[in-house]
T-cell receptor
Framework: DVKVTQSSRYLVKRTGEKVFLECVQDMDHENMFWYRQDPGLGLRLIYFSYDVKMKEKGDIPEGYSVSREKKERFSLILESASTNQTSMYLC?????????????FGDGTRLSIL | AQSVAQPEDQVNVAEGNPLTVKCTYSVSGNPYLFWYVQYPNRGLQFLLKYITGDNLVKGSYGFEAEFNKSQTSFHLKKPSALVSDSALYFCAVRPSSGTYKYIFGTGTRLKVLA
């Protein structure tokens, strides 16, 4: 089974801090994604990566950046955390760029910015 | 704009009764369609997908989904609900060309009453 591991389940940070969320997948998947999940809004795509060092903005990239130096690892960076970035963050991976490949999700990081 | 709609925020059903969770989409072409389930404090788990062919797709845990091209719908069904099916369900669509993105609905909370 594919395993997508997010480094922290719960995280509390302060306004203005630089925050790193880490995600690792163990199945050599090409695509990786970062979403945030908020009640009533569903999943909103922040960034995705279709190959090492390749990234594209999703629907809500403002205030975030990403890094993918190795195929298995995709990091989300909050450059200067703000309270409106308090949310559940979900990482996902999928096998290939196109086609009907389902995404595999980590268990999420619940981030609180105080 | 491409979108996915889950018109019901919550669906309540008695244990043993059939259940339906609705999904409609507005995406051009012949997209790929997915259902995911999310249990509390967990990531999303893949249930089933539609690519082409038979309009009734079978998936995990006894769930199935019915594709209707003319109504652009992909409703999730189960003949006999279990209390353990209580969770948050997401419909997702991936256009068959032109993007790596998956488009998610806002989710429907299913509550199965004993």
């Amino acid at each position: 089974d594919v395993k997508v591991t997010q480094s922290s389940r719960y995280l509390v940070k302060r306004t203005g801090e630089k925050v790193f969320l880490e995600c690792v997948q163990d199945m050599d998947h090409e695509n990786m994604f970062w979403y945030r999940q908020d009640p009533g809004l569903g999943l909103r795509l922040i960034y995705f990566s279709y190959d090492v060092k390749m990234k594209e903005k999703g629907d809500i990239p403002e205030g975030y950046s990403v890094s993918r130096e190795k195929k298995e690892r995709f990091s989300l960076i909050l450059e200067s955390a703000s309270t409106n970035q308090t949310s559940m963050y979900l990482c996902a991976s999928s096998l290939s760029a196109g086609g009907a490949q389902p995404q595999h999700f980590g268990d999420g990081t619940r981030l609180s910015i105080l | 704009a491409q979108s996915v709609a889950q018109p019901e925020d919550q669906v309540n059903v008695a244990e043993g009764n059939p259940l339906t969770v609705k999904c409609t989409y507005s995406v051009s072409g012949n997209p790929y369609l997915f259902w995911y389930v999310q249990y509390p404090n967990r990531g999303l788990q893949f249930l089933l997908k539609y690519i082409t062919g038979d309009n009734l797709v079978k998936g995990s845990y006894g769930f199935e989904a019915e594709f209707n091209k003319s109504q652009t719908s992909f409703h999730l069904k189960k003949p006999s609900a279990l209390v353990s099916d209580s969770a948050l369900y997401f419909c997702a669509v991936r256009p068959s060309s032109g993007t790596y993105k998956y488009i998610f609905g806002t989710g429907t909370r299913l509550k199965v009453l004993a």
